[in-house]
């Protein structure tokens, strides 16, 4: 019989609890905020309105689950097929190879350690993530993955960063893993040193000067 | 049984491109096509509902704060019983629905198809709008982290850059070129009206960090506007346009992964060009349909620079822009470092790129922004410059072939598209 990713039968899921802690993020759906009018210099009428709109969105991960259990356990799981034998991290639950014919791929332990195959220091980035500014984004090449990762990399000067550097992963403390990417993060391998300061790094230096002033003042 | 046609562009219309630009869709649409009426005097709305079909070109339903808000626009038109669809495909979005309208007329499904692109980003702050935007990366493993395309896109140069041998001046050149070719445009082009003066390199350096080795005017701007392009078979083109009518005499579309780490070693490039092509660095998509569209056009990749005399290509990115010049064949007969530094694809240079000021300098409401594009490119090719154009600086005088550019994700939808003088 032909493997397909099993359909979970909904009995087993707790429905109750679920709709019991969407209660507490609740949802306004469209809300009246403000009006603004005015006409412009050659007469033109404008009008302007504000309405709120929010939604509460559930991400179901399927087939995915174990890659985000193994998260809240602090490991890292990719796929591995069995009949080409590539290994990918992110996971792809079915194989990519198209003689594959979609195989339906292993889950494999990947090793804590990778190598930074490119970065960006970001001096602007989305709102969430503005205080943490500057930051370094880093696509990782973790184990024997044939994909790179996108992720934070946690490094004091982040002028220093490196393609082909070692890298590590580091997870967040048990509690505070919700099973999800924010729950890992790179950090160079201990045992690699930067190389000396050069006219690069001095000019990252420098467009990074200004970002830790304007991220002091958004603190505040 | 529908016969095969050859497929033709007669006329097309941007409004100004601004951020906010203070109407509603329906208004600025009907703008463009009160406008094609009076450049393009013999079309009618009626051979679209005799003869034709709509295609909408609209990336987001979260900046419209609406769904499928081309079916407002349809009947606004005044347009009831004519088929339509929208395409949405990311930043490729213009470029996808100018292949859709295309591959309609080739196949003879229909004879005059309007592609009417639109986009209003300034519903939402410009933060929440980026925001929204990344929402196209892979909400489970990339938008989570903070990041948005810029971010990704600069890593992606990062390694271009390491790859090359390039500057952060390399790319800095493409910036200003973009912008200062828009002040020629004049007051379509969202850098005339926002900034309104030339900038130099020296601007772009000393200009805020973005994401290294992006800064503030590496960048496009958030932008609202729209665009429609008329497509249609021969007969239609020599009754509306019987002299500023361009042939597409090729038409490729290609795509890569949606997370650009997954592009490092994927089988099918691997099968196709080899281990390590494309990499992270390099956009495979644009390659790819590059390549169909130049055999359908009869050019050849390698030497594609010497065939096609000005191009509109997707520069969301100063350093994008560079990207897009490797993938299509550009620097092969060279390195991309002396392409730049020959200044091939500036004014003076062998192939005059975005002289329309691109994304950069036009601006980049996204469902229009391939058929701004695709507009421009047509306009260099039918001598409809100097009408269109506060100035003749960016005009690439007796042109016959051009190249249109439309790109998406992190490279993850391209569309190219070779026009012909006729």
């Known amino acids: 019989m032909t493997k397909l990713h099993p359909t979970p039968n909904n009995k087993d899921f707790d429905w109750k609890e679920w709709k019991e802690l969407s209660k507490l993020i609740p949802e306004k759906g469209w809300v009246w905020q403000n009006v603004r009018t005015g006409s412009a210099e050659d007469g033109t009428d404008w009008v302007e309105q504000q309405i709120y709109y929010d939604m509460l969105y559930t991400f179901r991960l399927g087939a995915l689950s174990p890659y985000a259990k193994g998260l809240l356990n602090g490991q890292l799981l990719g796929t591995k097929c069995a009949k080409c034998g590539d290994i990918t991290f992110p996971p792809r639950v079915n194989c990519w190879t198209l003689d594959c014919k979609l195989e339906i791929t292993d889950w494999i332990e990947m090793p804590l350690t990778g190598i930074l195959h490119t970065y960006t220091i970001c001096g602007f980035a989305a709102k969430s993530a503005l205080k943490k500014l500057p930051f370094v984004l880093a696509y990782v090449l973790v184990g024997e993955s044939k994909t790179a990762i996108a992720n934070i990399l946690k490094i004091d000067e982040p002028w220093h960063t490196e393609t082909n550097m070692p890298v590590i992963i580091k997870f967040a403390n048990e509690e505070d893993r ?35 002033e304007w991220v002091r003042r958004l603190k505040r | ?107 003879g499904l229909a004879d005059v198809v309007p592609v009417i692109g639109y986009e209003l980003m300034g519903s939402v702050s410009q933060s929440k709008g980026s925001e929204f935007i990344a929402i196209a990366s892979d909400t489970r493993y990339e938008a989570m982290l903070g990041a948005n395309y810029t971010n990704y896109y600069a890593g992606l140069a990062r390694i271009f850059m390491e790859k090359y041998g390039l500057t952060e001046e390399d790319f800095a050149e493409i910036a200003i070129k973009n912008k200062n070719n828009a002040m020629a445009t004049g007051e379509k082009a969202q850098h005339y009206r926002t900034v309104g003066k030339k900038l130099t390199i020296d601007d772009v350096m000393a200009s805020r960090l973005i994401s290294y080795p992006l800064k503030k005017w590496d960048c496009c701007f958030m932008s609202e506007g729209a665009a429609t392009i008329l497509v249609c078979n021969e007969k239609y083109a020599k009754q509306y346009s019987p002299d500023h009518s361009i042939e597409i005499t090729g038409a490729g579309l290609s795509s890569c992964t949606i997370r650009a780490g997954d592009r490092y070693a994927f089988p099918g490039w691997t099968e196709k060009y ?70 091939m694809p500036m004014m003076e240079g062998e192939i005059p790129t975005n002289p329309g000021g691109g994304l950069i300098g036009y601006g980049h409401p996204v469902g229009a922004t391939g058929l701004m594009s695709a507009i421009e490119c047509y306009y260099q090719l039918t001598g409809l410059i100097p009408r269109e154009h506060k100035s003749t600086d960016n005009e690439v005088k007796d042109a016959e072939v051009g190249l249109v550019n439309s790109h998406a994700g992190t490279g993850t939808s391209i569309s190219n598209f070779i026009f012909k003088r006729v």
């Open chain 2, 1 to 107: 049984m529908p016969e095969q046609q050859q497929v033709y562009i007669a006329g097309g219309t941007t409004t100004p491109f601004d951020y906010p630009v203070n109407l509603q869709i329906e208004e600025l649409v009907a703008n463009t096509i009160r406008q094609l009426y009076k450049d393009v005097p013999n079309f009618h709305l009626k051979d679209v509902r005799d003869n034709g079909m709509v295609v909408y070109s609209h990336f987001s339903v979260h900046f419209a704060h609406q769904l499928t808000s081309y079916w407002i626009l349809h009947d606004h038109l005044g347009l009831v019983g004519v088929p339509h669809f929208r395409i949405d495909n990311g930043g490729n979005t213009g470029g996808s629905a100018l292949y859709a309208a295309y591959a309609l007329v080739r196949a």
């Open chain 1, 178 to 212: 919700v099973g999800n990417i924010i729950d890992f993060w790179f950090e160079p391998d201990p045992k690699w040193s930067p190389s000396p300061m050069n006219a690069e790094k001095e000019r990252i230096k420098k467009l990074c000067e200004p970002v830790y």
């Open chain 2, 274 to 343: 080899g281990e390590g092509y494309p990499g992270l660095g390099e956009f495979a998509a644009c390659r790819h349909s590059a390549e169909v569209a130049y055999k359908m056009a009869g050019i050849d990749w390698k030497d594609s620079h010497k065939q096609i005399d000005v191009a509109e290509v997707h520069d969301a990115f100063s350093t994008s822009e560079f990207q897009i010049y490797n993938a299509l064949g550009w620097c092969e007969s060279t390195t991309p470092k002396q392409f730049i530094r020959d200044k």
